[in-house]
């Protein structure tokens, strides 16, 4: 997270990831915190449904998860893009496994 004049961002581009430390565009590390797993969304570390060999394994964009499903679905605290809503994402939202993506329930 940055910080500028008393706001916090949630990235804005954090370049390498701040658990494992792998670059934009490559794979998180094994035992990354801040990997989910493809098949329930949750953090990968210690799910049971998580297998490191899955191809569908979250590729580090510079966001920590949710963002860009937040920026997506218009989600953001206060209305304010800066700071993205992921609460309202795991409230009103369902995690599909097959487009690995947050989609709103029906």
Request: include cysteine.
């Amino acid at each position: 997270m940055g910080v500028v004049r008393g706001k916090v961002f949630m990235s804005k581009k954090l370049g390498p990831c701040p658990d494992c430390g792998t670059p934009i565009g490559e794979r998180h590390r094994e035992g990354c915190d801040i990997e989910r797993c493809p098949h329930c969304a949750w953090a990968a570390l210690g799910c049971a449904h998580f297998h490191a060999d899955d191809p569908r394994r979250e590729v580090w964009n510079g966001k920590w998860p949710g963002e860009g499903d937040c920026e997506r679905l218009g989600f953001y605290s206060n209305g304010d893009p800066d700071f993205p809503d992921l609460n309202r994402l795991f409230t009103d939202c369902v995690w599909d496994a097959d487009t690995q993506r947050w989609e709103r329930k029906q």
